[in-house]
């Protein structure tokens, strides 16, 4: 048996027009339909539970169409267009009334109890008179209405399951009429009823999937997911029994689960469940009567893997195959989901307890406790530089013996981690062969403690010098992916944070000035075609400190994130609040999560506890337009080129703190030679002053200058709009010709 990669390729999991357009015929068209015309509105806003599926239908060999919201607005895969004929091949996007006119007063009924919380319904050799080549003639139907569980937890649509079966019951009629044999016609109802079992099988497996798809779309948890596999995939697949193994990142021990409870396995078990693991191929049980599926990242890499067993042996032919693809997909697609969102809290609860440190030393006690638990990691290590070449070192559960190795280590030694600390480049080490070949001439006493992959990341002052660097490992070989190279990135950007905070924290003020001054962008490099230039300008009096922030962050594509934020409050409370919140944003877009569920994500990892304004915008120059998200945010300025200052008006929403839904993604042309600004509410209110009266001013600023550098112009708006008793942050972006 033969395994393809399921679900999504790359970082960004909701790339699902590319995994539509892989569904045959129909997938491409559903890729390339302009749903914001329908009721469903774009594909990046429709619900998983739709998007799931949809996958399921268009990888079906059996017809199946689906029915969504209350319009039941249709989509269907390429089996189901024998069903349509001629006349109808224009069904998709299309409300079912409309489709069906002359049968709706049978079926509309069902589809409606469906949606309303009646149950699933079963209709065998429904009569149906259906005008299908323009004309009306009378059919027969095998079909099943089964309901889509949305994430509300209740009915978002009906998936169906359906095959014609008018040959056979005109057969059947015509059989009886003649009055033949008894044999013969014994014969044709044996016949008759294995078709009729392969029917009834495939759609049971069609019904099953639909469940699985809904069942998994409405957890969230991992250990909710785990028991939505072990309890629902064996119905689909007609097993008798599952066992899911999950293999955490680096980690020398599998997850396992089954329906008596979870259990610890080496991943070098020689048994099948752990081999399908290690080896990233299906794998078969030694009695034949079983297989064991790898499930996978995006880009190809082993998570875990399904173990599923049948009383006897049973052949894999190719319906079965692409089966055990769909339900190891639908597996996979919902783990990645659920490490996704545990990862998102893992990094809150880091910069969370990093916030409330008041000292350097509290400050290496979370990083040495709390990092490796975020990244599933082991013997943590922090190395700082003190006079000279000097080095002080932290450790936290790493062994003497190991520790005594690092005795006396001077900046100037080859080992990863004063490596790191001095030249300010990120070392990895993928495995103790690929150390020999880095450091051939040193000893391995890391390797000899049993860990694999190791990592050692520079840490930065605010002047972007190289002052420590962080170092841990795993016990197995890790794979470093884009997100793991993100979430690394963000724990050293917290640290770095958190550090130079600390350093300076001899007083609030200093503390809080200094927290709000640093600001400083994750982006390393910014997209050759834009010119950018950020300020930050403190308020007049100290208690104004501290709540406003702004981020750049560099996408893959040559797109650049660009993301303002404003926390309601002052001093030491806001600025916790906005370092938080700034680090929680950055990892969610730097995960891949879409801009219109970043915000409604932030509530769900962080709660209520806050109140603010945030604005993000990915500018995409090879596109030549810029997405914007905004939530209760000054809305942007655009000036075309040539032309006159703009105000970008976007869809509206509740500010930051509040959101639950999905946030309206305004797309605006960004064209070479076109101006954006971007800024916080401090750099146009005053007291006694319409809010107006500020967005009109800041325009006046903006039209004389608006061919002139970014540079220039950023400094002549914070001249022309002094005076403010806020905090001020500002983001002028061009697309340079």
Request: hydrophobic share 45%.
């Amino acid at each position: 048996m033969t395994h393809s990669p399921s679900g999504v390729t790359g970082s960004d999991e909701f790339r699902w027009r590319d995994v539509f357009a892989g569904g045959g015929e129909m997938g491409a068209r559903i890729a390339a339909h302009d749903w914001a015309a329908t009721p469903l509105g774009p594909v990046e806003k429709w619900p998983q539970s739709l998007r799931t599926a949809v996958s399921i239908c268009l990888h079906s060999r059996f017809p199946v169409l689906l029915w969504w919201g209350p319009e039941l607005v249709m989509l269907h895969n390429d089996a189901y267009l024998p069903v349509l004929g001629a006349s109808k091949r224009d069904a998709l996007g299309r409300p079912g009334p409309a489709v069906w006119p002359e049968i709706w007063h049978v079926i509309g009924p069902m589809l409606t109890g469906v949606l309303n919380g009646e149950g699933a319904t079963w209709s065998q050799d429904q009569l149906l008179e259906v005008d299908r080549y323009g004309f009306v003639e009378e059919r027969y139907f095998t079909f099943s209405y089964s309901p889509i569980i949305d994430e509300s937890g209740a009915p978002g649509g009906v998936f169906t399951a359906v095959t014609e079966t008018t040959d056979r019951v005109v057969g059947d009629r015509r059989l009886r009429g003649a009055g033949r044999e008894a044999g013969a016609r014994e014969r044709a109802w044996q016949a008759e009823a294995a078709v009729r079992a392969a029917q009834q099988r495939a759609l049971r497996q069609a019904e099953g999937l639909a469940r699985l798809a809904g069942a998994l779309s409405s957890a969230e948890e991992t250990t909710a997911i785990v028991a939505v596999i072990v309890g629902t995939a064996p119905a689909v697949v007609d097993a008798d029994a599952v066992r899911l193994a999950l293999a955490p990142p680096g980690s020398s021990t599998l997850e396992v689960t089954d329906h008596t409870g979870p259990v610890r396995l080496a991943v070098d078990a020689d048994v099948p469940l752990a081999r399908a693991v290690r080896d990233g191929e299906p794998t078969p049980l030694p009695d034949g009567a079983g297989v064991c599926l790898p499930l996978r990242y995006g880009d190809g890499g082993v998570l875990g893997a399904l173990e599923l067993r049948w009383a006897h042996p049973v052949a894999v032919d190719d319906a079965r195959r692409n089966l055990l693809d769909t339900v190891a997909g639908l597996c996979s697609q919902a783990l990645r989901r659920a490490e996704l969102s545990a990862s998102a809290r893992a990094m809150a609860d880091f910069a969370g307890r990093l916030t409330v440190t008041r000292s350097t030393a509290e400050a290496i006690d979370v990083i040495l406790s709390a990092a490796p638990l975020a990244l599933g990691a082991a013997l943590p290590g922090l190395a700082m530089r003190d006079e000279g070449l000097g080095v002080r070192l932290w450790y936290h559960d790493v062994p003497e013996s190991l520790a005594a190795t690092f005795d006396g280590l001077r900046a100037d030694d080859p080992r990863p981690i004063a490596r790191a600390l001095r030249s300010g480049k990120r070392i990895t080490v993928r495995d103790r062969a690929d150390f020999a070949r880095q450091f051939p001439e040193l000893p391995d006493p890391v390797g000899g403690h049993g860990i694999v992959t190791t990592v050692a990341l520079p840490l930065f002052d605010g002047e972007r010098r190289p002052v420590a660097a962080l170092a841990f490992g795993w016990r197995r070989e890790r794979p470093l992916r884009a997100g793991d190279l993100a979430l690394l990135d963000t724990i050293a950007d917290l640290c770095e944070q958190t550090l130079e905070r600390v350093r300076l924290a001899a007083a609030e003020h200093n503390l809080v000035t200094r927290l709000a001054g640093r600001l400083r962008s994750t982006a390393t490099q910014v997209p050759g075609p834009l010119e950018i230039a950020t300020r930050y300008r403190p308020a007049m009096t100290g208690l104004h400190l501290g709540g406003d922030w702004y981020d750049l962050i560099a996408l893959d594509g040559g797109r650049l994130a660009v993301v303002l934020g404003d926390v309601v409050g002052h001093r030491v409370e806001a600025a916790a609040d906005m370092a938080q919140l700034r680090t929680v944003v950055n990892t969610l877009i730097r995960s891949g999560v879409p801009l219109t569920d970043v915000f409604s994500r932030v509530t769900e990892l962080i709660g209520y506890g806050f109140l603010g304004t945030c604005l993000a915008l990915i500018v995409d120059p090879g596109a030549g337009e810029a997405a914007v998200a905004r939530v209760g945010h000054p809305h942007p300025v655009r000036v075309p080129a040539g032309g006159v200052p703009e105000t970008v008006t976007t869809g509206n929403s509740l500010p930051l703190g509040l959101v639950r839904e999905p946030v309206p993604v305004t797309r605006v042309r960004f064209a070479p030679g076109d101006l954006l600004v971007l800024y916080t509410d401090g750099l146009v209110e005053r007291r006694g002053q319409l809010y107006d009266a500020g967005v009109a001013a800041l325009h006046e600023v903006i039209t004389p200058l608006r061919d002139e550098p970014v540079e220039v112009v950023a400094d002549a708006i914070l001249t022309g709009l002094s005076g403010a008793e806020d905090d001020q942050a500002l983001v002028v972006i061009r697309h340079s010709r």
